[in-house]
T-cell receptor
């Protein structure tokens, strides 16, 4: 019974490249949440998705960031034209539903922009 | 908006000694409070949560936390630490019991020495 799987664990990108972070939720979970942890700060909510729907993207930066959770396959957080300030740990969590259900977190992807 | 402060970035404790991790929150209404742990190579795991009722909350792995409204604190304690408790600990506050927009503290890293 695998937990929430994120890959890659570590990702290095040069400024201007694209970064794709993947999150496979736990089996039976259809709700996915992405968080970002900047250096020396706590995790901050970015986006909440259900299968094929973005429910709440109020924490997403307005430009260069996008997220999807297709009917089949993992959820993807995509960062275009990365900048040094995008260097952070990105965590994904999943839950079975929204009502009184614990969210389970993945190990995170550490993105370094050089 | 709610916020969380974890004043201690790093704590070193001897195996068998007691541990207390501090957490202070800022939120006008009744907070929903959480403690998570991230062991090396693992995702965040929920240790315990406080929604209402008894201010002393028991969690997994022998941890407990006490909610003190007068001090806006939710400190985590364990009477006797084990080497496996070496990890990073995050305190978080939410608006309700299944709030996915949790506000996390920056975390406290615990090192356990033999």
């Amino acid at each position: 019974n695998a937990g929430v799987m994120q890959n890659p664990r570590h990702l290095v990108r040069r400024r201007g490249q694209e970064a794709r972070l993947r999150c496979s939720p736990m089996k039976g979970h259809s709700h996915v949440y992405w968080y970002r942890q900047l250096p020396e700060e706590g995790l901050k909510f970015m986006v909440y998705l259900q299968k094929e729907n973005i429910i709440d993207e109020s924490g997403m930066p307005k430009e260069r960031f996008s997220a999807e959770f297709p009917k089949e396959g993992p959820s993807i957080l995509r960062i275009q034209q990365v900048v040094r300030g995008d260097s952070a740990a990105y965590f994904c969590a999943s839950s079975r539903d929204r009502e009184n259900t614990e969210a389970f977190f993945g190990q995170g992807t550490r993105l370094t922009v050089v | 908006a709610q916020s969380v402060t974890q004043p201690d970035i790093h704590i070193t404790v001897s195996e068998g000694a007691s541990l207390e991790l501090r957490c202070n929150y800022s939120y006008g209404a009744t907070p929903y409070l959480f403690w998570y742990v991230q062991s090396p190579g693992q995702g965040l795991q929920l240790l315990l949560k406080y929604f209402s009722g008894d201010t002393l909350v028991q969690g997994i792995k022998g941890f407990e936390a006490e909610f003190k409204r007068s001090q806006s604190s939710f400190n985590l304690r364990k009477p006797s630490v084990h080497w496996s408790d070496a990890a990073e600990y995050f305190c978080a506050v939410g608006l309700n019991s299944n709030d996915y927009k949790l506000s996390f503290g920056a975390g406290t890293t615990v090192t356990v020495r033999a």
